[in-house]
């Protein structure tokens, strides 16, 4: 880990970098890793980890001390053992040399005895560095037994390799439970867009059955119902115009706003093509032909170059949402095709029941044209391309309520 790595580094700065210094060096930082893995996998929290792994090692100047004796007195001893050895190899037989004790009159030590017990190794006792032969501090041993006892670089790598496996394998489980839940998932999903498919077929078979018995018994009462059967028959379309002029907006019928939006031409409006949006008077004359115009006022062109703003007030709260849905968007598309610099309506609606209770909208002819498909401009007032704008878009189902939602807008 970097963090123990730098803290050893501290613990060795002012060190001479001798191979023996760099070889305790790691020797110590695989220590505190191990003891770290350790308290980690215990369930200690890595923060508190690694705290109380630094503080274990606070300060290896009792080390480095202890090794530097070690070296010391080997190096002092080694001309003595060197001497010794010699005198051993010049015997020809093996034999016990008297020592000071028997000079003195003393017994001469037997197998077994005290003295050569002592001169045995001991069970379990550290084992000093390699060619020392000399005797070995208690303290300074410990150090080396602390050293030996840290896990060794090859068997860390193991772990770390193993832990690495596992960590993938746990990975490849994980993604592919993963992609089956998924795959799951997009199944339901299907399932129950066919159950919805099934059940909007068979209630539009239903309505239409229905619709169709309504128009025969129309017919036998001598009323026209065709157009309703008409709109049922056109699920796509939201609003639908039967032979004899009827207008049905949702599989009812159409009240005056949705009329006049149906009758709407782009004559009507054709001496207005490419009027300036800050033209009030133009303008002004130009709302005043399209639909929900008797409710029109505020009509304002100060608000930018590019920007209108009017208001359709104390609207009677007869006639029905859509319908109004449908006459906003309408005259939103009629303004941006008959003025080319206009690129903003900001409108405000209001109902007589409670005037006060504004709705606002803002159209921007990005939003608008990307709705339409098309490019809103003078050259759509015609009457194929008005059948376009309004046959294959503004009658759709939801077409003119989602342009409307899409616009709506907050009182700052």
């Given amino acids: 880990m970097n963090e123990i790595r730098m803290y050893v580094e501290h613990l060795f700065e002012g060190c001479m970098l001798t191979a023996e210094n760099i070889e305790l060096k790691e020797e110590i930082y695989g220590n505190l890793v191990a003891r770290y893995e350790d308290y980690v996998a215990g369930g200690m929290d890595p923060v508190e980890a690694l705290e109380k792994t630094k503080a274990s090692m606070s300060s290896i100047d009792d080390?480095?001390?202890?090794?530097?004796?070690?070296?010391?007195t080997a190096r002092a001893d080694n001309g003595d053992t060197a001497k010794a050895d010699t005198a051993k190899a010049d015997t020809a037989e093996?034999?016990?040399?008297?020592?000071a004790a028997v000079a003195k009159g003393a017994s001469p030590a037997q197998p077994g005895t005290a003295g050569e017990t002592a001169a045995m190794p001991v069970a379990g006792a550290p084992v000093p560095p390699?060619?020392?032969?000399?005797?070995?501090?208690?303290?300074v041993a410990s150090v080396f037994s602390s050293a030996n006892a840290a896990a060794p670089k090859g068997k860390r790598t193991r772990n770390i390799v193993i832990a690495a496996a596992a960590g993938f394998a746990l990975f490849v489980v994980v993604g592919v439970g993963l992609i089956y839940a998924l795959g799951a998932i997009d199944r339901v999903e299907d399932h129950v867009d066919s159950a919805a498919n099934e059940v909007q077929n068979g209630g539009q078979s239903a309505y239409d059955g229905?619709?169709?018995?309504?128009?025969?018994?129309?017919?036998?009462?001598?009323?026209s119902n065709s157009g309703q059967g008409n709109g049922a028959s056109a699920r796509n379309k939201e609003v639908v115009v039967d032979a004899d002029g009827t207008v049905w907006v949702d599989g009812e019928l159409g009240d005056d706003i949705a009329v006049a939006v149906v009758n709407a031409q782009p004559g009507d409006i054709s001496l207005y093509a490419e009027i300036?949006?800050?033209d009030a008077a133009n303008v002004e004359s130009?709302?005043?032909?399209?639909?929900?115009?008797?409710?029109?006022?505020?009509?304002d062109v100060t608000l930018g170059v590019d920007v209108l703003g009017l208001a359709y007030r104390e609207v009677p709260d007869g006639y029905d949402g859509d319908s109004i849905d449908l006459a906003l968007s309408y005259n939103t598309m009629a303004l941006f095709c008959s003025m080319p610099l206009l690129n903003e309506v900001r409108v405000t609606v209001t109902e007589a029941d409670d005037p006060m209770d504004e709705?606002?909208?803002v159209f921007t002819r990005d939003n608008a044209q990307s709705r339409f498909g098309v490019m809103l401009s003078a050259d759509m007032m015609n009457e194929a391309g008005w059948h376009q704008l309004k046959e294959d878009n503004l009658y759709s189902r939801k077409f003119a309520e989602n342009m409307v939602d899409a616009a709506e807008r907050e009182w700052l």
């Fill in 63 to 72: 080390v480095i001390e202890g090794v530097d004796d070690v070296r010391e």
């Fill in 94 to 99: 093996t034999t016990v040399l008297p020592n």
């Fill in 130 to 139: 390699a060619g020392f032969e000399g005797d070995v501090d208690e303290d």
């Fill in 210 to 223: 229905d619709a169709a018995a309504g128009q025969q018994s129309g017919q036998a009462n001598g009323q």
């Fill in 276 to 278: 300036d949006p800050s």
């Fill in 286 to 299: 130009l709302i005043r032909l399209l639909p929900m115009s008797e409710w029109a006022t505020d009509i």
């Fill in 359 to 361: 709705d606002y909208y």
